[in-house]
């Protein structure tokens, strides 16, 4: 790991503490009256991914599903999921859940999509919110039912609509409230996809989350927790080096200034960005480095192909990495690197 990056995260972390991001209070609450999380009963919180025969922590956040065994190098859930898959714990007489689900924070509803079969996610509602990060976007999928337009303030414990399963795959013993917790990779969605798609910029493709269970719980302990320090101390997996195009910081770093380490209005030949294993991107430096394309500079070494431990992003053994052709189109979403319309 290069020192340069290293060292400009742990100066940055110390000044956060009293900087503007620190004066924002975090707060969330949970989304339905299901608060098994709370007291550590996972099979009471999560829906598995089949009632029978798989564990609860399959419908929490991560990398969760698809185990494959690889011999002497041990077994790896190769499949990520993005959101946590919270219970029901109402139901009717006739065994449909009746649970309200309600905004986890204050806010601006940003998009509902109310027909189920334009989405896996089936009926979801988007919000956006302000805690002083830039524009975070809580998710609420599979509804069975949506109870608010987009412009709508919310509060926390707005009612959104009702739990359900619509979406791909779902039938009324596994509804479930799926939960997420993003960031936005571009503001310019359907240029990326050169495309229209229905649901804009807030198709799930382009949000990026976080572990949302970690950090309700991380809050119940620490009454003055930052998101932007808990997001800095998640783990490094791999650094991209992306030749400099413009003067000027990144549009994603223009929109979560948490980003931003060492003063980007700087000349350099680079951009150094630094992601967790997942793909959430935790900073982007300066760098001198030249690179003609994107390039792999850091990646946490494996002894199977990293294909396995990044969504498909990265392909290589031990310490070496290159980019796939996925994680190639990755990357420009997240640097906008891509034409615009006019």
Not at 60 to 70: E, I, K, L, P, T
Not at 280 to 304: C, D, H, M, Q, W
């Amino acid at each position: 790991m290069r020192r340069s990056f290293r060292t400009i995260v742990f100066s940055l972390l110390s000044c956060l503490t009293v900087g503007s991001v620190s004066a924002q209070r975090f707060s969330l609450k949970l989304p339905t009256a299901n608060d098994a999380l709370f007291r550590g009963d996972l099979a009471a919180f999560y829906m598995p991914t089949d009632l029978k025969t798989r564990p609860p922590e399959s419908g929490s956040w991560g990398f969760v599903r698809n185990a494959r065994d690889f011999g002497g190098q041990g077994r790896v859930y190769t499949r990520f999921h993005e959101g946590l898959d919270i219970r029901p714990v109402a139901r009717d007489a006739r065994s449909i859940p009746t649970d309200p689900v309600k905004s986890i924070s204050a806010g601006r509803v940003a998009y509902v999509n109310p027909v189920s079969s334009r989405s896996n996610y089936g009926k979801y509602v988007v919000v956006q919110h302000d805690f002083g990060y830039g524009p975070m976007y809580s998710l609420y999928a599979h509804l069975a039912s949506t109870a608010v337009q987009v412009g709508q303030q919310v509060s926390p414990g707005s009612v959104l609509g009702i739990l359900g399963s619509t979406g791909r795959g779902l039938n009324n013993s596994r509804a479930h409230l799926h939960l997420e917790l993003n960031i936005m990779g571009s503001t310019s969605y359907n240029d990326f996809l050169n495309a229209a798609n229905p649901h804009g910029n807030h198709n799930g493709q382009n949000l990026f989350g976080l572990d949302l269970a970690e950090i309700y719980l991380e809050m119940r302990k620490n009454r003055n927790f930052n998101l932007a320090k808990y997001i800095h101390a998640l783990p490094q997996h791999y650094r991209i080096t992306v030749p400099r195009k413009t003067a000027g910081a990144l549009p994603i770093v223009q929109r979560y200034r948490w980003m931003q380490f060492g003063n980007h209005n700087k000349a350099s030949k680079s951009w150094e960005m630094a992601f967790t294993r997942s793909g959430f991107l935790i900073g982007v430096a300066l760098s001198n480095r030249e690179v003609s394309k994107p390039t792999v500079t850091y990646v946490r070494s494996t002894r199977i192909d990293h294909r396995h431990y990044t969504i498909g992003r990265l392909t290589g053994t031990g310490s070496t990495a290159t980019l796939t052709s996925s994680g190639s189109r990755f990357i420009s979403l997240i640097t906008d690197d891509f034409p615009k319309r006019n």
